[in-house]
């Protein structure tokens, strides 16, 4: 994956703007957060391959970069977007790593289910 | 004693590397066949190499290559992927799943069953692999079962389960161990590094593989 380049990733959401896309969005500290720090609170979410239609997407921030897609009736959101990657079957792939290079955020966009 | 067959069950390539993998190339150089059921191809790992190679949607075939490279050195020959998804084993019909684990059981007819100790293996995945294959074990009348020796790490898992009963010394092995855990490169470069710098004796700990029989209520 590449570091972010915001015109190139704002390009690319709005792309998927307005057609029915699968989305892989998620968020995670990792299964052993709270082993190795008991004070620690884990916590963390996923969804795949949902299937969703936004009228609207933006990349903001300075880096680590949000990005939000406005639907009809709700909202999409992620924070911490450090790269990203458009794969040989067009999905857009958008990732933040954490100090350490691990994976802490993904926020996915495919035209075929993941 | 010379195991008739091991089966080895874990959720995610690269559980068998830091544990067991000493344990399982000594059987392997004993003669002991290994069959080693794998239940997900750790899609949703966070470490992605370091720097990073992989993203969300190449890891599960670069470890998948990986856990191949591993059972390689290891010396196993029967490597089963079961095809679940990474962090979703807990939410499985828990019938089926010891249907799946009970099927290769039944054809492998192991001696002996390594696992993970449900309840005191940290990882939502390893607590529900262990759980699933005393299930289907359970399904044997008692003296038709293999032993089962248990992986644990939970904090609390001394003070519960009490020491270990089954220590191996895994050092005249430990370089086919230290290849296993080099070859799930996305997941161990960054500590395999880690720990290098650290040096001295950050490695010892390799050396011995802990287990808990499990021991049967009925």
């Not at chain 2, 191949?68 to 029967?78: F, L, N, S, T």
């Not at chain 2, 010891?98 to 390594?114: C, F, H, M, W, Y």
Request: proline fraction near 5%.
């Amino acid at each position: 994956m590449q570091p972010i380049d915001v015109r190139e990733v704002q390009a690319a959401i709005s792309r998927f703007a307005n057609q029915d896309v699968y989305i892989h969005l998620e968020t995670t500290n990792g299964a052993y957060a709270s082993h190795h720090n008991e004070g620690f609170f884990s916590a963390g979410a996923y969804i795949r391959n949902a299937l969703i239609r936004f009228s609207r997407g933006r990349i903001t921030g300075n880096g680590p970069y949000r990005v939000g897609l406005k639907l009809d009736f709700g909202w999409v959101y992620a924070e911490g977007l450090t790269h990203w990657e458009i794969t040989e079957k067009g999905q857009l792939l958008l990732a933040g790593h954490d100090y350490e290079g691990r994976l802490a955020v993904a926020l996915q966009l495919s035209h075929e289910p993941f | 004693m010379k195991e008739k067959h091991v089966l080895v069950v874990f959720p995610h390539p690269d559980d068998e590397a830091f544990g067991v993998s000493g344990t399982l190339a000594q059987h392997i150089e004993n003669g002991t066949p290994v069959t080693y059921a794998c239940l997900t191809l750790g899609e949703m790992g966070r470490n992605m190499g370091a720097p990073p190679f992989a993203n969300r949607e190449t890891l599960p075939l670069i470890r998948k290559k990986e856990l191949e490279e591993a059972c390689k050195v290891i010396g196993i020959h029967d490597l089963r992927l079961l095809g679940y998804r990474d962090k979703t084993v807990e939410f499985e019909d828990e019938e089926l799943l010891a249907d799946r684990i009970g099927e290769i059981v039944a054809e492998t007819n192991p001696s002996l069953v390594i696992t993970f100790y449900p309840g005191y293996s940290v990882h939502p995945d390893h607590d529900a692999c262990g759980a699933a294959v005393i299930r289907a074990l359970k399904r044997l009348p008692k003296d038709k079962r293999p032993t089962v020796h248990c992986v644990a790490f939970a904090k609390n898992c001394e003070q519960d389960l009490g020491k270990p009963d089954v220590i191996r010394d895994v050092s005249p092995v430990i370089e086919k161990k230290l290849a296993a855990i080099q070859a799930h490169r996305s997941q161990t470069e960054g500590l395999m590094k880690a720990a290098k710098k650290r040096g001295g004796d950050a490695l010892e700990w390799l050396k011995t593989e802990r287990f808990w029989t499990y021991k049967w209520e009925d």
